[in-house]
């Protein structure tokens, strides 16, 4: 029987990809493109249906790519994993949210590692890719893997790899993103390291599954804290009655040792506002108090409330109040360019408006429609009349795609959150 490092330096190793979101179906794809089969699952029946039907439903995967993989005979999805017994490889790509309580919530990880188990057999890998906190391959997979007898190691391979996935970067993708790998064991590492280096051109090995996972807790931590960091300049500076903006772009001139960050509304995103607290209810729970982390949060969870202060004062202006105010919010979507708007703090500017008394419509060429506290909430076009009937407009997401200048012409008076309306002229404050 062919081994398993074979099977994957000649493209006959059949790969497994449970979770087939931005990070699984990309995944998926890369690996038909280098003559793998893939089998592709996901609890999602309306995704497997339109998957099976050649329909994508991720914005980086082009359907004419997905409709070649089925017609080469190179991929199937399904919602039922009686296939995974059939793999050599299987790549769990799932979600890790927070529970209401802020807690990780890893039941999609156990789900997963469930449907595994009872189909592990001698000579497969499986990979686990879901941003997790450090210790989760070892301490959650390992046991449910090894319970039937098979040794990790030695019958079976067990590592964790963290997605890079940038959900609209058009210049990264999967196979120019250097992929980290760690394993339970030193053949753990060294035979993910050979799968992933069948898609990736660098492929970054590291000495235990808990350094990987920790590795990306680390990049993803660092955007948090410089995020919160330059939130807090932003609201130093509007003490000081200083341009955050222009300082921040003064800064960006020193060639070393600096890099630019960006004040907002907020923290949006599945990975950024969530990823940091899984380290910091890890690390609470080995007493230990992570307080960068901590500070970012409550820093970065202050900025809906800034803005909308900010925002009040513009209308004071105006010698109008807040309440009874009609404001036009420009953004839904939790970072421009995307359709995303997980965790988006447009969403909490909007409650913190309407409780003031203030009403509010939005305008988001990404998002035709958000489900608004239990109620449908659409979006409206950008014209004169909708501009001109807004008594502020307040740029939340700084999509390229909007008409700024049309904004410029028409609002009466605008909140700039973003920076998006730099150089144009009109009633604009920025953040
Ligand atoms: N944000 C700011 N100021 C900034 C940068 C971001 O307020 O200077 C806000 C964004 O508006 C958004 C949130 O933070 O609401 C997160 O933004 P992000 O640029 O970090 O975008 P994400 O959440 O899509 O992060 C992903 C991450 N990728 C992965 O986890 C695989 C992150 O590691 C990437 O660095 C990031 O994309 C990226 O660089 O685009």
Redesign the pocket.
Known sequence: MKTLEKKIRDGSAKVGIIGLGYVGLPLAMEFTKKGHPVAGFDVDKRRVSELMKGRSYILDVPSSELQEALKAGKFTASAKGDRLSSCDVIIICVPTPLRKTKEPDVSFILDAVREVAPRLKKGMLVVLES?TYPGTTREIALPILEAKGLKVGRDFHLAFSP?????A?PRFGVHNTPKVVGGITPACTRVSALLYGRVAQRVVPVATAESAEMA?LL??TF?AVN?GL??EMAQICHRLKLDVWEIIEAASTKPFGFM?????P????????V?PVYLAWKMKAMNFEPRFIDLAGVINSSMPDFTVERVAELLNEDCRSLKGSRILALGMA??PEVTDVRE??SFDVIKLLLERGASVQYHDPYVAQVDFEGRPMRSVPLTPKTLRAADAVVVL?AHKKVDYALVARHARRVFDARNAMKGLKGNIVRL
């Open positions: 941003t997605e890079r996935v940038d959900p970067n990306k990049e993803n955007r995020i330059v939130n630019p960050f960006f004040p907002g907020g923290l949006g995103g599945h990975c950024i506002p990823d939790y970072k988006s703090p997401t």
